[in-house]
């Protein structure tokens, strides 16, 4: 069972309780409503990276259709690497900074650090870029071999 499945089962799980609680109790929970945002982001972006690991992202494949053989190839790594840079310059590096400066600001509500909220950034851009770099010997097979895998 991967962690988006148990995070998509919470959300669902405190969604419920949020309208039970709202609806039939008349005491809407707060903790549930700042817990689920927050998982509401990770699982968005965990999900995100793995599609990136898995080649199923959201690409404009209009352009990438255009060539054949190594020049789709070319497009490909291309695309790649401004994947990876993203990753290492946005993700990674921003994550960084963005987990250090509001380590110091705590939820109003749960009362953890924001820092803990925004370390998904970093831990994902180094799951993107682990991906990234595994796909390095396959695009290595292809140029040598010729074909698209």
Avoid at 95 to 118: A, C, F
Wanted: some cysteine; proline content about 3%; charged content about 15%.
């Amino acid at each position: 069972m991967s962690i988006t499945t148990v995070f998509t089962t919470v959300l669902v799980a405190g969604a419920i309780w949020q309208v039970v609680s709202r609806y039939f109790f008349n005491a809407p929970s707060t903790v549930t409503g700042e817990l689920l945002r927050f998982l509401l982001v990770w699982t968005a972006i965990l999900g995100a990276t793995y599609a990136f690991g898995s080649n199923q992202h959201l690409a404009i494949t209009f352009l990438k259709n255009k060539f054949k053989g190594k020049s789709r190839l070319g497009v490909r790594i291309v695309n790649d690497v401004f994947i990876f840079a993203f990753a290492i310059l946005i993700m990674i590096k921003g994550g960084m900074e963005v987990v250090s400066i509001t380590m110091t600001q705590t939820t109003p509500i749960l009362n953890i650090p924001m820092g803990v909220v925004y370390s998904i950034l970093p831990i994902c851009g180094v799951l993107v870029v682990i991906y990234k770099l595994l796909l390095v010997k396959e695009y290595q097979e292809e140029l040598s071999t010729g074909k698209e895998g």
